[in-house]
């Protein structure tokens, strides 16, 4: 395994190819403080890169029969179900929902509910199985493009906001759920840690003190919206009031970072080995480093702030919210040239490659860049270079050196609000385009690969398969949701699955995953949908 891992880094380095292979990730050190699961975190790992070590479908494309999809009625939004064995042999999914903490299992390749433990009504009530079956029938009735379509869609708006305030997590080796709940961090834990089935306990919490917090002028309510893990075991979760919290994991004491009052925070928080923190505010990129129990932002340590381009529009449409993308690490420790990749807020949003650690000695600034650290800067235009305007709010897909960018705002530039997101297989709204870009370690440049107009992703973050290259994601095609699957490295499509036109596979907010065996997993509307396109479990 060591020389498989030796060899990718080696070829990494000598051409632009992306490698499939399980060495891939070998290099990215295992986190310890978390759990040992295929997904223990949103994201599944803490570079946010959106690799998984599996093979994904495989088959040929094909409408998809009842048998072939397992779904588990639940209500909807979660980002993640994250994955551990028990010591009786069985495994269970913790996810996270707006409603609940569930454990959920595969018994005969089939979904179904081991525990639950209802969380405290807010705006939103508990949705049961009925419920949601009723809400499916009752959509499903109706054009998407109706009036009655969105009569009823409209009881859903303001959901996305209950989802974002229970969304982010991370299930540690001891088998403790972290969920980020607001203006705090909850644990839960099982009652019988040996047991799969065993119900779910609260094990504590950390609120935040306001007064260390933020309060950003434009967002002062301090709503969680990024969560990670420090190697140490610290908790790290950044807040939509622009403050970086940095938490014990037993919950009792925490450390905070404020930034300006006119920042604030819209997406999520990469960590790498060494403790760097990398996050995105309205109107900067930062890193700051983890070091002897402080939040450091000392260049001595590591740490670093670029400002990325903002225009016109960001302030007019995007309610001033600045890159819309989570900070993704690319290159492993061991690799020569490491990076973090963003889209900034260019009206035409570009994708900029920065020098995460120390700016090679002899690296030139760019022409046209604003910092030496930029080592790429390139629109963001789906291939169409006369675009006026693009917002990716998606973080970038990373494989080696490869990065997909997805366009997932609806067509005629409403804001994705849950009710707009049930609409979103009306042409009128579906979201369309992917463009992929690489850095060239022989030549030391930054280049786009490939780009699709012809298909869409609608609000859900794409997953790869590092062992076979395959790019996976829901997407619309002709009013049907499909699961579909293009190849990374050439941008062709190797297999598209019609689930139909049931809202109950609507799968937009959500961080798609890959089972071991390949099948699809994700939060639709509906429920939890399985599909059975891997090989035996």
């Known amino acids: 395994m060591m020389d498989m891992a030796r060899g990718s880094r080696y070829f990494f380095r000598l051409c632009a190819m992306t490698v499939f292979s399980a060495a891939v990730l070998a290099g990215q050190p295992k986190n310890p403080a978390l759990g040992d699961g295929l997904c223990v975190l949103t994201h599944c790992d803490g570079y946010q890169t959106g690799a998984l070590p599996v093979h994904g479908p495989r088959g040929e494309s094909r409408r998809l029969s009842e048998e072939d999809i397992d779904l588990l009625w639940q209500s909807p939004l979660s980002a993640g179900a994250f994955d551990r064995r028990y010591a009786d042999g069985r495994q269970a999914f913790w996810v996270i929902k707006v409603d609940r903490i569930a454990k959920v299992g595969l018994e005969n390749n089939t979904l179904r509910t081991l525990q639950e433990l209802r969380l405290p009504p807010g705006k939103f009530p508990y949705y049961s199985a009925e419920d949601m079956q009723r809400f499916v029938a009752e959509l499903d009735a109706h054009a998407p493009d109706s009036a009655a379509f969105k009569e009823l869609a409209a009881d859903w708006k303001g959901y996305e906001s209950e989802g974002i305030r229970t969304f982010y997590g991370a299930l540690d080796r001891n088998g403790t759920l972290y969920s980020g709940m607001m203006d705090r961090v909850v644990a839960y834990t099982d009652a019988d840690p040996a047991r799969a089935d065993s119900p779910i306990v609260r094990k504590g919490e950390f609120v935040f003190d306001p007064a260390q917090m933020n309060k950003a002028a434009r967002m002062p309510v301090p709503i969680i919206i990024g969560f990670n893990a420090l190697h140490d075991g610290h908790l790290v979760a950044v807040s939509m009031d622009g403050t970086l919290v940095v938490i014990a994991p037993d919950l009792r004491s925490a450390q905070y970072y404020r930034l300006g009052k006119e920042e604030s925070i819209w997406n999520s928080v990469s960590v790498d080995e060494k403790g760097g923190m990398y996050f995105a505010s309205s109107k900067k990129l930062y890193k700051l480093v983890w070091k002897d129990g402080r ?243």
Not at 522 to 527: E, L, N, P, S, T
Request: net charge negative.
């Open 295 to 537: 939040i450091s932002d000392r260049s001595e340590d590591g740490a670093w702030v670029e400002s990325y381009e903002i225009g016109p529009l960001d302030a007019t449409q995007r309610s001033g919210r600045g890159s819309g993308s989570t900070p993704v690490l690319m290159g492993n420790p061991e690799d020569r040239d490491r990076f973090v990749i963003i889209a900034d807020a260019a009206d035409v949003n570009n994708t900029v490659l920065y020098w995460r650690d120390e700016i090679p000695a002899d690296w030139q600034q760019l022409p046209g860049t604003a910092s030496r650290r930029i080592a790429g800067k390139l629109p963001v235009n789906f291939g169409e270079s006369g675009r006026t305007e693009s917002y990716t709010e998606s973080a970038a897909v990373v494989l080696g050196y490869g990065a997909v960018f997805a366009d997932g705002r609806p067509r005629n530039g409403e804001q994705m609000t849950m009710d707009v997101a049930l609409r979103l297989t009306d042409p009128a709204l579906t979201p369309a385009g992917l463009q992929k870009f690489h850095w060239d370690p022989q030549e030391r440049r930054f280049l786009a690969d490939w780009s699709r107009l012809d298909v869409a992703i609608p609000g859900c973050t794409p997953v790869v398969s590092a062992l076979d290259g395959g790019l996976n994601f829901g997407s619309v095609a002709d009013g049907h949701w499909t699961w579909t699957v293009l190849d990374f490295e050439t941008g062709k499509t190797r297999a598209v699955y019609d689930l139909g036109p049931s809202q109950r596979h609507n799968p937009s907010y959500i961080v798609l995953q890959l089972l071991p065996n390949g099948d699809p997993l994700y939060a639709g509307f509906g429920g939890i949908v399985h599909l059975r396109l891997g090989g035996k479990p």
